[in-house]
């Protein structure tokens, strides 16, 4: 095992890799283990890991994976570098992702295989083929890095799925990795401090039990001072379900915080009738709600259940008894969710979906002055993100969408009620992203151009307030060209050269001030493609020569510098592409058929790897459509029916424009206008105007009649967009 010692080779004592889907894990992983205190008895043991430091800090992870126009940055890359150890966050949305994959290759590259650890929170490891889907594990971790290379072995693994190690003995077996440990030794050291800590705990909680019970002896007894003595023992009974709840569950002991929990609500039960009053009430829907809560982390979803069936009753009279009361329609609310996320643990998506709709309407009944109080609005905005999840999941992408949507405009209100929180704003990118995916699935040009549009004015207004703030500029730049993109794809393709030019000149700027920045540069080869695409839809054929050789350029050194770095690899194919259709342009087929080959002979074994990736399936079909126009007979037909098929066999999403204006391409050059007509009408009624693709049907004498109406609404969408700038 290496020696390592991350005071001293090592900035970082770990890097968290983890997919986007998978962060409230990853943030949960990086907290534990940042705060952990090595037991005292156990600091200064020197093991293989070299010497036990008193704490773990720092960890390093990075806020969210990257957007598919990014590698994974200079800042990563450091990282990954100053990093003693690498833990991955595995679920199958972690076994599909492609960064986290790189990262776990990039680290294994440094030599250090043997000091990748695993925390496994959803899917299976070493699924069957039949359960391809519930694979847990990235075939990075095991999969030879190259020919020379055996494969690495598959490295320790924590489980804190339902029924395996738990919270607590999870993070227990990554901290004893880390540090080099055996387990049971370090489980004993921990033992012990925790008993020495619970000793006391312990004692005060059974004196606390003792007074409360004395004092409702008391409280009968003389009943002068009922009502001063019941008022002390619902003041101990909240301590009991506040401070002393926080303080054991900081311990991770669950099963004294759940004692305790049962007697205050078996000191509630042992109440008369008629001296339970609603404050009462409030703490015993309290106690079960947080009863819940703890039978919830502790995976026992039933007895949850229970619980909080339990409280709802008490909550939903409450709330009743007092309509006006914000906080008891929150408590209620809070009930009905925690009801749907039981139900969603356990995969009942339509009872799930009732609890979060039901929760959503006790907040509105209240009327729209109580929905302005942040309180009210952050839980609206949270369930609305809920319910559309649950509608995402069962296919039914445009009710998905109306909740994501209300999630965005609650959002904004939110940040323009106070300062904005950090979970605020995660919300409301969460929102943009949402609806962003949503409308490229649907094919909903207008939608896409809507959202990107207001991402673009909030990305340039926290530019201007912070304009020292390079990483807020990358920011705006990249926001500011895939709107242009999406515009030019509406045919508006004046505006997104100049959308491109100022995102461009960003990127510019920021590669003069520090030419070594790999996303920067990464930026600068993408965004000049991108401008020399345009250029040359619109019969420019001049200046793309530089813009296309500065690309490649660039794009090539990054590609060099890590081949295995799929994201560089993708855009240096993708700027091939262009400069073929370039070359091919200005009479240059030899050396524009060259590009073709070599973009698509470096994209095709990255689709086999990840043949479900939309932006790698687009490449690899425009590629195949750029050499089919550069060849002849059987070979190029070969290529085009490569692309239906691919394409035609994608499930999800399949109203994507980008996937039905690239059929269409394939179906003219085959001669098929009759197959290809339907799918031109769905484009053009779609907004859908891309330059070269009307060109095809035009010569393909394929015309539809004009769309005033859809023009009418994108001038309006783009009207509100400069009216949100001029403010």
């Given at each position: 095992?290496?020696?390592?010692?991350?005071?001293?080779?090592?900035r970082?004592?770990?890097?968290?890799?983890?997919?986007?889907?998978?962060?409230?894990?990853?943030?949960?992983?990086?907290?534990?283990?940042?705060?952990?205190?090595?037991?005292?008895?156990?600091?200064?043991?020197?093991?293989?890991?070299?010497?036990?430091?008193?704490?773990?800090?720092?960890?390093?992870?990075?806020?969210?994976?990257?957007?598919?126009?990014?590698?994974?940055?200079?800042?990563?890359?450091?990282?990954?570098?100053?990093?003693?150890?690498?833990?991955?966050?595995?679920?199958?949305?972690?076994?599909?992702s492609?960064?986290?994959?790189?990262?776990?290759?990039?680290?294994?590259?440094?030599?250090?295989?043997?000091?990748?650890?695993?925390?496994?929170?959803?899917?299976?490891?070493?699924?069957?083929?039949?359960?391809?889907?519930?694979?847990?594990?990235?075939?990075?971790?095991?999969?030879?890095?190259?020919?020379?290379?055996?494969?690495?072995?598959?490295?320790?693994?924590?489980?804190?799925?339902p029924?395996?190690?738990?919270?607590?003995?999870?993070?227990?077996?990554?901290?004893?990795?880390?540090?080099?440990?055996?387990?049971?030794?370090?489980?004993?050291?921990?033992l012990?401090?925790?008993?020495?800590?619970?000793?006391?705990?312990?004692?005060?909680?059974?004196?606390?039990?003792?007074?409360?019970?004395?004092?409702?002896?008391?409280?009968?007894?003389?009943?002068?001072?009922?009502?001063?003595?019941?008022?002390?023992?619902?003041?101990?009974?909240?301590?009991?379900?506040?401070?002393l709840?926080?303080?054991?569950?900081?311990?991770?002991?669950?099963?004294?915080?759940?004692?305790?929990?049962?007697?205050?609500?078996?000191?509630?039960?042992?109440?008369?009738?008629?001296?339970?009053?609603?404050?009462?009430?409030?703490?015993?829907?309290?106690?079960?709600?947080?009863?819940?809560?703890?039978?919830?982390?502790?995976?026992?979803?039933?007895?949850?259940?229970?619980?909080?069936?339990?409280?709802?009753?008490?909550?939903?009279?409450?709330?009743?008894?007092?309509?006006?009361?914000?906080?008891?329609?929150?408590?209620?609310?809070?009930?009905?969710?925690?009801?749907?996320?039981?139900?969603?643990?356990?995969?009942?998506?339509?009872?799930?979906?009732?609890?979060?709709?039901?929760?959503?309407?006790?907040?509105?009944?209240?009327?729209?002055?109580?929905?302005?109080?942040?309180?009210?609005?952050?839980?609206?905005?949270?369930?609305?993100?809920?319910?559309?999840?649950?509608?995402?999941?069962?296919?039914?992408?445009?009710?998905a969408?109306?909740?994501?949507?209300?999630?965005?405009?609650?959002?904004?209100?939110?940040?323009?009620?106070?300062?904005?929180?950090?979970?605020?704003?995660?919300?409301?990118g969460?929102?943009?992203?949402?609806?962003?995916?949503?409308?490229?699935?649907?094919?909903?040009?207008?939608?896409?151009?809507?959202?990107?549009?207001?991402?673009?004015a909030?990305?340039?207004?926290?530019?201007?307030?912070?304009?020292?703030?390079?990483d807020?500029?990358?920011?705006?730049?990249?926001?500011?060209?895939?709107?242009?993109?999406?515009l030019?794809?509406?045919?508006?393709?004046?505006?997104?050269?100049?959308?491109?030019?100022?995102?461009?000149a960003?990127?510019?700027?920021?590669?003069?001030?520090?030419?070594?920045?790999?996303d920067?540069?990464?930026?600068l080869?993408?965004?000049?493609?991108?401008?020399?695409?345009l250029?040359?839809?619109?019969?420019?054929?001049?200046?793309?020569?530089?813009?296309?050789?500065?690309?490649?350029q660039?794009?090539?050194?990054?590609?060099?510098?890590?081949?295995?770095?799929?994201?560089?690899?993708?855009?240096?194919?993708?700027?091939?592409?262009?400069?073929?259709?370039?070359?091919?342009?200005?009479?240059?087929?030899?050396?524009?058929?060259?590009?073709?080959?070599?973009?698509?002979?470096?994209?095709?074994?990255?689709?086999?790897?990840?043949?479900?990736?939309?932006?790698?399936?687009?490449?690899?079909?425009?590629?195949?459509?750029?050499?089919?126009?550069?060849?002849?007979?059987?070979?190029?037909?070969?290529?085009?029916?490569?692309?239906?098929?691919?394409?035609?066999?994608?499930?999800?999403?399949?109203?994507?424009?980008?996937?039905?204006?690239?059929?269409?391409?394939?179906?003219?050059?085959?001669?098929?206008?009759?197959?290809?007509?339907?799918?031109?009408?769905?484009?053009?009624?779609?907004?859908?105007?891309?330059?070269?693709?009307?060109?095809?049907?035009?010569?393909?004498?394929?015309?539809?009649?004009?769309?005033?109406?859809?023009?009418?609404?994108?001038?309006?969408?783009?009207?509100?967009?400069?009216?949100?700038?001029?403010?």
């Amino acid at each position: 095992m290496n020696q390592v010692s991350p005071t001293g080779d090592f900035r970082y004592r770990a890097f968290i890799s983890y997919s986007h889907r998978d962060r409230r894990w990853a943030k949960w992983l990086h907290r534990a283990l940042e705060t952990y205190r090595v037991p005292a008895r156990l600091v200064g043991l020197v093991t293989a890991a070299g010497p036990v430091p008193r704490r773990l800090a720092p960890i390093f992870r990075d806020r969210e994976e990257l957007a598919s126009s990014s590698d994974l940055g200079g800042k990563v890359d450091l990282a990954l570098a100053q990093s003693a150890n690498l833990i991955v966050v595995c679920s199958p949305a972690a076994a599909a992702s492609r960064w986290v994959g790189a990262e776990v290759r990039a680290f294994r590259r440094l030599g250090r295989g043997d000091r990748i650890f695993c925390l496994i929170v959803a899917g299976e490891p070493n699924a069957p083929a039949a359960q391809h889907g519930e694979e847990c594990l990235s075939a990075a971790l095991c999969d030879p890095l190259d020919e020379a290379d055996a494969g690495g072995r598959e490295p320790v693994a924590a489980d804190v799925r339902p029924g395996k190690d738990g919270r607590q003995s999870a993070k227990l077996k990554l901290v004893a990795g880390l540090l080099g440990l055996e387990l049971d030794q370090l489980r004993r050291r921990e033992l012990q401090r925790r008993n020495r800590r619970l000793a006391a705990i312990a004692a005060l909680s059974t004196l606390i039990m003792l007074v409360t019970t004395l004092l409702a002896i008391d409280a009968v007894i003389a009943r002068r001072a009922a009502e001063r003595r019941q008022k002390q023992a619902e003041a101990l009974i909240g301590f009991m379900l506040g401070d002393l709840n926080d303080k054991l569950a900081q311990v991770q002991r669950l099963d004294i915080l759940e004692a305790v929990d049962d007697k205050a609500m078996a000191y509630f039960q042992s109440l008369p009738a008629t001296d339970v009053t609603d404050d009462v009430l409030e703490q015993r829907a309290k106690a079960l709600e947080k009863i819940g809560s703890v039978r919830l982390d502790q995976g026992r979803l039933a007895a949850a259940t229970s619980a909080y069936l339990a409280a709802e009753p008490l909550a939903r009279a409450l709330a009743h008894a007092a309509p006006a009361d914000v906080e008891r329609q929150i408590a209620y609310a809070r009930v009905q969710a925690f009801l749907g996320m039981s139900d969603w643990y356990q995969g009942h998506l339509e009872a799930a979906g009732r609890y979060f709709a039901a929760a959503q309407a006790t907040l509105e009944r209240m009327g729209a002055p109580a929905r302005t109080d942040p309180r009210v609005l952050f839980e609206l905005s949270t369930l609305d993100n809920d319910i559309g999840h649950v509608l995402e999941a069962r296919g039914r992408l445009d009710d998905a969408a109306t909740h994501y949507q209300r999630m965005l405009e609650r959002c904004r209100l939110l940040a323009a009620h106070a300062s904005p929180r950090s979970e605020w704003l995660e919300h409301l990118g969460e929102a943009h992203n949402n609806l962003g995916k949503l409308a490229l699935m649907r094919g909903d040009l207008l939608t896409a151009i809507g959202e990107y549009s207001a991402d673009d004015a909030i990305e340039t207004q926290l530019s201007q307030a912070h304009p020292q703030d390079n990483d807020q500029r990358k920011n705006m730049a990249r926001v500011r060209a895939i709107l242009a993109r999406t515009l030019a794809l509406a045919g508006r393709a004046e505006q997104a050269d100049r959308e491109t030019g100022e995102a461009l000149a960003v990127i510019e700027e920021l590669h003069r001030f520090d030419p070594t920045l790999t996303d920067v540069r990464e930026s600068l080869g993408l965004y000049s493609t991108q401008l020399a695409r345009l250029r040359r839809a619109q019969g420019d054929i001049r200046s793309p020569r530089a813009l296309l050789a500065r690309a490649v350029q660039t794009l090539e050194e990054l590609a060099r510098h890590d081949p295995s770095n799929t994201a560089w690899q993708q855009d240096l194919a993708e700027a091939r592409i262009e400069r073929a259709a370039w070359r091919q342009a200005t009479g240059q087929e030899a050396p524009a058929r060259a590009d073709a080959q070599a973009a698509l002979a470096g994209l095709t074994p990255m689709l086999a790897d990840q043949p479900d990736e939309r932006s790698l399936l687009l490449s690899t079909a425009r590629a195949r459509l750029q050499l089919a126009d550069l060849q002849a007979g059987k070979d190029a037909q070969a290529l085009r029916l490569a692309v239906l098929k691919d394409l035609r066999a994608v499930d999800s999403g399949a109203g994507d424009v980008r996937l039905l204006a690239a059929q269409v391409d394939a179906l003219l050059a085959l001669g098929r206008p009759d197959e290809a007509r339907p799918l031109a009408r769905r484009l053009w009624t779609s907004g859908y105007r891309e330059p070269a693709l009307v060109r095809r049907l035009a010569r393909a004498h394929i015309a539809f009649p004009p769309n005033p109406a859809f023009e009418q609404r994108l001038q309006d969408v783009l009207d509100r967009r400069a009216l949100a700038f001029a403010r």
